[in-house]
């Protein structure tokens, strides 16, 4: 009896270890085409299953679509090579080219699509690697990316892949979705490319717990910023270049929009710029929440004369550090707060649109902001320097503080936002204007602060190690606790850790960079291979 029962546990062990080798299985397309990679996609039945497309050029007209609930990688045979970061190399072999032919509405209406859709579910992770997209002729414009990565999934990677051209954006993320996306090269040309990446959150599930049913960023806003953790998604150690010149719009390698949060970091920007997209930029939809950038080098060569900024910063929550920009360009970092005026964005009055922040453009102020009936309006909602709020629900003009009850039609409408300072601290600039907050609605040691090599304490942000930090220091008391002037300790943690003053004279960790590289990059989510060496003793 004994060895019949032990029979049958073996036998039950290698028939469990030979059915996880076939959990990592390849599936090979037959070639390029939409078709064929689609029929690949579509066996997908485990997780650590590969897809392969092999080399070649094809044109897809139809579009191709991932949304299982297995751990995936698809790949083509495109290569990237180099650090593809700030002082090294980044060379591409385009060997699997995909063509976008997809015919879409005009300026991003609909309809609108991608010619790659990926659909991630939480606890399975999903990786598309080594695949050129291009743009074709025929294609009509795109909002939400040639290729588009959207969904719960908190393990994302978009890696060792070329965007050629692609209009107007090359790589978009939705839902509520984590990631990096690294090693990749992004080239675009004036009159193509508006947007190499853009960000959207509009999905993100709160503090609260509920959805977003309109899709527009309200749970982002509605939720802690967490710096320095992976709920954000991280873009690291690309190239992205810029042939174009300086007409509005393109160049821009990133936009951010309905509750986004991304992580800038070791990209090499040549001629490429970065940007948010505010609250009253797009109908309902809420700014860009929360975001890092951090060890870049942008390099420009417009010169100071064109108008050319590094990083135009309109919307939320951030941290600037270690960076280089050249004077290629002519600001580093603008401030913008666009409900000031309709330089830029016409606004509508409450309760059918946000309205315009204070009194001071046409008479008439925002309920949504902290003081409607003053000429600032301080604090106007979403701008640069806001934090955590109330969740707002429902569309104009119906809009209502979900916490306070109250509508855009009354007075407590607003959303009793955090102020979370913007912190910039040892970045290496020779442009020929550094920082520029562009409102008077937006004050220094209040909203932002800058680095200051003479710190005593008492206002901007200053560094070295822990023990050279003044024991003095400034809060601000209108940021709740989150803090007042910064310190960045350069021996503390990997790469340092920035503290701030949380109450007079009282210093307190306030964030701590992201595990560098990415956990993604090193993990590829491949299943370990089962265990060798095995033998049965029979008694």
């Not at 990631?179 to 959207?200: E, K, L, P, Q, R």
């Not at 719009?249 to 990209?267: E, I, K, L, P």
Request: hydrophobic share 30%; with cysteine.
């Amino acid at each position: 009896m004994m060895r019949t029962i032990k029979w049958v546990v073996l036998a039950t062990l290698l028939s469990t270890l030979c059915g996880a080798k076939t959990h990592a299985q390849t599936i090979n397309a037959a070639s390029c085409s939409s078709t064929d990679v689609q029929t690949a996609i579509s066996k997908v039945a485990a997780d650590g299953t590969t897809v392969l497309i092999p080399a070649g050029t094809c044109t897809w007209t139809t579009a191709v679509t991932y949304s299982g609930t297995y751990s995936v990688t698809i790949q083509g045979q495109t290569s990237v090579t180099g650090t593809c970061g700030p002082g090294g190399t980044c060379t591409v072999s385009d060997i699997t080219v995909i063509i976008d032919g997809l015919a879409r509405g005009a300026q991003c209406g609909s309809p609108d699509g991608s010619i790659l859709s990926v659909n991630s579910v939480s606890g399975k992770s999903v990786r598309v690697t080594g695949i050129t997209f291009s743009w074709g002729n025929a294609a009509g414009n795109t909002c939400v990316g040639t290729l588009n990565i959207s969904g719960t999934g908190q393990a994302n990677r978009v890696d060792h892949s070329h965007f050629i051209n692609n209009s107007y954006v090359g790589l978009g993320w939705g839902g509520m979705t984590f990631g990096v996306v690294d090693h990749n090269v992004f080239d675009m040309n004036n009159g193509s490319t508006w947007n190499a990446i853009v960000f959207h959150e509009p999905n993100w599930i709160g503090l609260d717990g509920g959805s977003d049913p309109l899709n527009v960023g309200d749970g982002s806003w509605a939720d802690n910023t967490t710096f320095g953790s992976n709920r954000f998604i991280y873009v690291e150690n690309n190239f992205f270049n810029w042939s174009g010149g300086t007409s509005n719009g393109s160049g821009y390698a990133d936009d951010c929009t309905s509750g986004g949060r991304f992580v800038w970091r070791y990209n090499q920007m040549n001629n490429a710029m970065l940007q948010t997209h505010p609250t009253g930029g797009s109908l309902r939809h809420r700014g860009c929440r929360a975001l890092e950038v951090y060890q870049n080098n942008f390099a420009g060569n417009l010169g100071a004369g064109n108008d050319f900024i590094a990083f135009w910063f309109s919307s939320g929550s951030g941290l600037i550090w270690g960076n280089t920009v050249n004077n290629g360009y002519s600001h580093f970092v603008e401030l913008f707060s666009v409900q000031r005026d309709n330089l830029i964005y016409a606004q509508t009055a409450t309760p059918n649109g946000w309205g315009y922040c204070g009194t001071s453009f046409n008479g008439s102020g925002s309920n949504w902001d902290q003081s409607p009936n003053t000429s600032s309006g301080r604090r106007c909602m979403d701008r640069p320097g806001a934090g955590v709020g109330d969740r707002l629900v429902n569309d104009f003009p119906n809009v209502t503080n979900k916490t306070t009850g109250c509508s855009s039609s009354s007075s407590c409408a607003w959303p009793r936002q955090s102020l979370e300072p913007v912190y910039e601290w040892l970045n290496n600039s020779s442009a020929s204007f550094f920082w520029a907050a562009l409102e008077g609605e937006l004050l220094a040691n209040e909203d932002y602060y800058n680095y200051t090599g003479s710190f005593n304490g008492a206002s901007g942000v200053g560094s070295g190690t822990l023990a050279g930090r003044p024991s003095a220091c400034t809060t601000n008391p209108d940021s709740g606790g989150i803090g007042g002037v910064g310190y960045w300790a350069t021996d503390q943690g990997p790469q340092g850790t920035l503290y701030t003053c949380t109450k007079a004279n009282t210093w307190t960790a306030y964030y701590t960079p992201y595990t560098y590289p990415h956990p993604l990059i090193s993990s590829s989510g491949t299943p370990p291979a089962p265990p060798t060496g095995l033998s049965a003793i029979v008694n």
